[in-house]
């Protein structure tokens, strides 16, 4: 059996060759490259792929990926919104994904930064480095006096639920399925406006779909209350950019963590030199503000996630080609 795992990083290979070593049954090859047109061709042979990118898997490669007769896709991450469905069922391609690599590994990241933006840490990092060691205005605020609105309840917003809880936030949530322990414990609002006029904090943690994208428009953010803060470790779809620029501008926007953008691919996890190569101009407003966070998408990268999504995925590959079955199967 052969598999064949496209755009591995440094910090994954390591993980890689333990997992081959475990398997010596497979034949694994690896390559930094991503899965695209020019690339795919190294795939014939293969059994199965195994991949991560957040560029678009194309009709193009899907169809191709079909040709070479490879029918199992193993994708390292969770979210499946970048692949062409419609190429992949045509093709006969199952997907996989990793639900949960480690959704504490998203969760915590996204309290420490709503901690930051509360705490005031940005304006203070930067005053310091410029000789300014006073307090004043810059007067904090605490997260156990807040109201956190979680919008979706997975496994990922559930893990940042328990955080918010331990510091003594009011949490409410929204999601269309409720979650019998949240709803037992009267949790969750009936409407996402509800949430918008409830929450001090908005806490993103849903997958990106069509129904979904620009959910934080104008009109969101007029329904919220003023000086709320938007948290968006989630998808950079679901929040309207231009729309948030202008909830900063006017103050509604008291502060915002983004991990996600909704156009960083290209961007995020790439070295431009400086800030000033960063060829996007809404971005660098954004990280120009001091109440703002912005972070190239790296709420889930820690150690244990990436050793879960190297093993995760090879393990649901190797037993798509063996068996035909895995308990990671994406409904496309
Ligand atoms: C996902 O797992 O879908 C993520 O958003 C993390 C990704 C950047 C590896």
């Known amino acids: 059996m052969r598999i064949i795992a496209y755009g591995i990083r440094a910090d994954e290979k390591p993980f890689l060759d333990k997992w081959s070593e475990e398997n ?20 014939k042979g293969a059994d199965g792929v195994v991949t991560y990118q957040q560029k678009p898997y194309t009709a193009d490669v899907l169809d191709q990926l079909g040709k070479f007769g490879i029918k199992y896709l193993s994708l390292r991450n969770v979210g499946v919104d970048n692949i062409d469905v419609a190429a992949a069922k045509r093709n006969g391609i199952q997907v996989t994904n990793v639900p949960a690599y480690s959704p504490q590994a998203i969760a915590e990241f996204t309290v420490t930064q709503l901690m930051r933006l509360l705490r005031r840490t940005n304006t203070f990092d930067r005053k310091m480095a410029n000789g300014d060691l006073r307090w004043a205005p810059d007067i904090a605020e605490e997260l156990n006096q807040k109201t956190v609105g979680v919008y979706a309840t997975g496994r990922i917003g559930r893990a940042a639920i328990q955080i918010y809880k331990g510091f003594g936030a009011k949490v409410i949530a929204y999601d269309i399925y409720h979650n019998p322990e949240l709803e037992k414990e009267g949790l969750y609002v009936e409407t996402p ?25 104008d009109a969101a953010f007029n329904k919220m209350k003023n000086g709320v803060y938007i948290l968006n470790p989630a998808r950079g779809a679901l929040v309207d950019t231009d729309a948030l620029i202008r909830a900063l501008d ?19 996890n790439t070295d431009f030199g400086s800030f000033d190569q960063i060829p996007d101009d809404r971005l660098k407003n954004l990280m120009k503000r001091d109440n703002v966070l912005v972070s190239p998408h790296i709420a889930f990268y820690t150690k ?24 990671k199967l994406v409904q496309l």
């Open 24 to 43: 010596a049954d497979v034949e694994v090859i690896s390559t930094d490259q991503l899965l695209d047109d020019s690339t795919v061709n190294q795939a």
């Open 250 to 268: 006017s103050g509604k926007v008291a502060g915002a963590a983004i991990d996600t953008y909704e156009d960083e691919v290209g961007i995020f």
């Open 193 to 217: 406006d509800e949430l918008y006029a409830k929450a001090d904090v908005i806490s993103l943690h849903a997958p990106a779909t069509k129904e979904n994208e620009h959910m934080l428009n």
């Open 304 to 327: 244990r996630a990436v050793r879960n999504m190297v093993y995760f995925a090879m393990d649901a590959n190797k037993s798509l080609i063996e068996t035909g079955k895995s308990d």
